[in-house]
């Protein structure tokens, strides 16, 4: 009996999974070609022989040298335009990719002297030096990396109201402040079921979450508002600010006595600004296409590692060797239920990922919260 060969991938030459963007390659260099071009990536070359070769092994050294070999070797970005039903041929504005990054820290000068930042970061670094969950043993051994990240968002809510969720429209200083610290120490609860954070120092653990937590927090709140409000979330703009309390983003108002009227006011307007283009932007899309909590588990790592580059202090062969775990394990899933042609829910689900990032960008660089931010959300 004759068997044919099994192609290998152009690429990096691991064995084919099917043909992807017009060649032969397996998953992890078509999830890797369709990232660049979603989310309009721009890498330099390492200029260094060894770790430019995109073979099995190296292949996530380089990714500048990566993503050409896949032009070489024949990828189409128009296959990833027009895959399906979507196109993504809209260019990004570089200079939100080159917005400077500093280490953002929650200004928290205006509230009383009993709470300050450390007591945050007192909290949060806790969280990091605990080692828990436990990921090596136990039932969390036997899960893959997105599943491990499943299981946390399933502990983050495990709490969560539904019918009986109560409407804070008029916030203060006395409601926000442990409402500060719980969403904190929550994200932090979550980031450490995410199997690449766990494998970098402390330092480097401090500095992504710094730069990222509040948008993974407001990201997964989103998703979780279009779960109990439904088309609410975007029509009557309801929105779960934990899981115990929503608001009603029109009938919102601020309290902080410390803060003039006018201060307020110009909070108030930024604020509504920067949480309308979460709804317009983020939760109709969301809620059209009904993610599974698996879905949603990589939805919220890949806004995580597509800011990688600039969340920590140097680029990590760690993060792309991840994300192509996660993409394998998503492919999993997909096969479990019986989903074949999932092609064009990648694209949407990564062009929310991009839709998200802008607005990760332009809030990290002041364009929508700069007076917000002074008091601490």
Known sequence: MNFEPVPKCK???????????????????????????????????LQDKQRCNPDKLQRSS??????????????????VQF?????STDKRLRENRKLKKSDTKIDLSM????????????????????????????????????HKFVEGLCVLRKSQRTDNIKFENSLSLDILTPHWTSQARNTAVLFMHFWMFRQISFSEQCRMFRAIWQNVHRLERIHMSTLIFGEKCFNEKKITISCE?????????????????IGLQTMLHDYKIFTHRFITQISKPLFKLKFSIEEVAYLILCFILSNGDTTLSKPLKICDDFWDNIASNLHDYYRK??????????VKLMKIVDAMNRIHHEDQGGGFVDNFKKCGF
Request: hydrophobic residues 40%; proline residues 2%; contains cysteine.
């Open 111 to 146: 509230i009383s002297s009993e709470f300050k930042l450390s007591t945050i970061e007192t909290i949060v670094s806790k969280v990091f030096q605990s080692a828990h969950p436990i990921l090596e043993h136990g039932h969390s051994a036997f899960l893959s990396p997105l």
């Open 11 to 45: 690429v990096c030459g691991s064995p084919s999974q099917g043909v992807h963007f017009g060649i032969h390659s397996c998953r992890a260099c078509a999830a890797f070609f369709r990232r660049v071009i979603v989310l309009d990536k721009d890498y330099v070359c």
């Open 83 to 87: 895959d399906r039903d979507l196109h």
């Open 245 to 261: 309390r929503a608001i009603q983003l029109d009938n919102l108002v601020f309290e902080f006595h410390e803060v003039s009227k």
């Open 62 to 79: 380089c990714r500048s040298c990566r993503y050409q070999k896949c032009i070489k070797m024949g990828m189409t970005s128009d296959n």
């Open 337 to 346: 239920i019986g989903l074949v042609n999932y092609a064009s829910r990648i």
